[in-house]
């Protein structure tokens, strides 16, 4: 993994990471630009989920460590805190009671499924909320620059995440391989 040193907010934007909360669960996620994210989630409760463009919150709180929150259409609450020069992250996850008890609904493109993410909150139970406070390591750092459509472009697969470590997914310019 290519180690650079982030100072800045800059530093932090268009870069891509995959990274393992100490529960074992998998995640891949894209600083898109300064308003929006993109991610990816290779394991744990909803595994198989992709989203593009969720717009959220990202500021630098001190030099080298960001802030990045936002609400999904599902209601889930999200708040990542990224160290990366520590190879670390805190994340805190809020899931609606209906998506602990559904997560299936959710495990889908969601930008092709937000009437269902919408329909699927007003129907079932929101409260109480299932809060998941966990530490990751960071697997995985790119610089994929920002506003890259093709970092996540496609469902998650099985070997994807070592795919992407390996050098398997991205050319040098990080556009996918083997489109």
Do not use: C
């Not at 593009?52 to 080298?64: K, R, S, V």
């Not at 160290?83 to 998506?99: A, R, S």
């Amino acid at each position: 993994m290519a180690h650079k040193t982030f100072k800045t907010l800059d530093d932090f934007l268009g870069t891509h990471f995959i990274y393992t909360y100490d529960n074992g669960w998998e995640y891949e996620w894209y600083a898109k630009n300064d308003h929006t994210v993109d991610y990816r989630i290779h394991g744990g409760m909803v595994a198989g989920r992709w989203v593009t463009d969720q717009e959220a919150n990202i500021i630098m709180l001190t030099e080298g460590i960001y802030k990045i929150s936002w609400t999904e259409p599902t209601g889930t609450d999200v708040a990542l805190d990224f160290l990366p020069n520590e190879n670390k992250i805190h994340g805190t996850i809020f899931f609606p009671k209906w998506v602990e008890e559904h997560p299936e609904i959710t495990v889908t493109y969601q930008n092709e499924h937000i009437d269902l993410m919408e329909e699927s909150r007003e129907k079932y139970e929101t409260y109480p909320k299932l809060v998941v406070p966990e530490f990751a390591n960071i697997t995985y750092m790119g610089d994929a620059g920002q506003d890259n459509e093709d970092v996540i472009s496609e469902a998650p697969y099985k070997e994807m995440p070592d795919d992407i470590r390996a050098g398997k997914y991205f050319d040098s310019n990080y556009k996918r391989i083997n489109k």
